[in-house]
């Protein structure tokens, strides 16, 4: 089942700071955020394990909530590279489905927009 | 540098032409997958091999098929190509299920 996430799109202005929310109805295994830029392939930023870790990618943070399923994603002083699709892909735990495990689903996807 | 190829970036093929994308890699990964992507959707997986073990999701079409001859490639094989499936093609690697996928640039396939 596809997670949820939230803003669909986020204009910002350069310096800004934005939240892209990733939420699920399932146990989360693990949470993989993705940058896409237009006509480009995904781009891995970074992947979260456990419960309330938290990991940064440059000015690019995000936390895990294994508790709540969700995932956030928080861009710090957004600079104009940072434009993009940003992806959530989750993972749920092995032995919930042999379907399913292992398998990244990914979120609709977050449009940014960072303009100067 | 180690990496995910894929062939050709674009591909034009007329309505039920049969066509062939290709993808390499140089991670000496397990795991290969096929996503398709349609604009403005996130990735839909097709399927993936662990290994030579071949894993078809139930809602990928018969019209495609995959085939993984050694670790280093995996072609995607689209038998009957209809106008719903021009998309970009991806191809991702992963150490192992559930690791970092890593994608190649995709083959934008149009279909006339």
């Known amino acids: 089942q596809q997670p949820v996430q939230s803003p669909q799109a986020v204009i910002l202005r350069e310096g800004e700071d934005a939240v892209i929310n990733c939420s699920s109805s399932k146990a989360l295994y693990s949470v993989h955020w993705y940058r896409q830029k237009h006509g480009e392939a995904p781009v891995f930023l970074m992947i979260?394990?456990?419960?309330?870790e938290q990991k940064g990618h440059d000015k690019i943070s995000a936390s895990f909530n294994e508790k709540k399923q969700q995932s956030s994603l928080y861009l710090t002083a957004s600079q104009l590279s940072y434009s993009g699709t940003y992806f959530c892909?989750?993972?749920?735990?092995?032995?919930?489905?042999?379907?399913?495990?292992?398998?990244?689903?990914f979120g609709a996807g977050t449009q940014v927009v960072v303009t100067p | 540098d180690a990496m995910v190829i894929q062939n050709p970036r674009y591909q034009v093929t007329q309505f039920g032409k049969p066509v062939t994308l290709s993808c390499s890699q140089t991670l000496n990964h397990n795991v290969m997958y096929w996503y398709q992507q349609k604009s403005s959707q996130a990735p839909k997986l097709l399927f993936h091999y662990y290994d030579k073990d071949f894993n078809n999701e139930a809602d990928t079409p018969d019209n495609f098929q995959s085939r993984r001859p050694n670790t280093s490639f995996c072609f995607l094989d689209i038998r009957s190509p209809g106008l719903g499936d021009a998309a970009m093609y991806l191809c991702?690697?992963?150490?192992?299920?559930?690791?970092?996928?890593?994608f190649g640039p995709g083959t934008r396939l149009t279909v006339l």
């Open positions: 892909g989750t993972t749920t735990p092995p032995g919930m489905t042999t379907d399913s495990w292992g398998k990244l689903q």
């Open positions: 979260l394990l456990k419960g309330g």
């Open positions: 991702a690697t992963s150490r192992g299920i559930s690791d970092t996928q890593y």
